[in-house]
Nanobody, 123 residues
């Protein structure tokens, strides 16, 4: 069992930056692939970024490439999402997820989810 708690969301102006954190419970964090997804009102939950359990492979949605960076610190059981050059269309609830198999961008690949943190980007 893995419990995930996101933090770091908030209100930011377009062009600004935020860093989201996702703290995980449990001693097996280093064996999990970690992902970030986001869901805007009335829309599906979309893939944003993922990092393999090894930390050596990362994936990004085309919409965030070059602006967002995912990283992990296994000593702290935490995964991060550094978001820069934010746009109003990045406004959403951001969810952290953990899984051990499957494609990184697939919702179904993840077994555990956090409660989400709101990111609002004003124009």
């Amino acid at each position: 069992q893995v419990q995930l708690v996101e933090s770091g969301g908030g209100l930011v102006q377009a062009g600004g930056s935020l860093r989201l954190s996702c703290a995980a419970s449990g001693r097996t964090f280093s064996t999990y692939n970690m992902g970030w997804f986001r869901q805007a009102p009335g829309k599906d939950r979309d893939f944003v970024a993922a990092i393999a359990w090894s930390g050596t492979i990362v994936y990004y949605a085309d919409s965030v490439k070059g602006r967002f960076t995912i990283s992990r610190d296994d000593a702290k059981n935490t995964v991060y999402l550094q978001m820069s050059s934010l746009k109003p269309e990045d406004t959403a609830v951001y969810y952290c997820a953990a899984g051990q198999s499957g494609r990184a961008a697939w919702y179904e690949s993840y077994d555990y989810w956090g409660q989400g943190t709101q990111v609002t980007v004003s124009s």
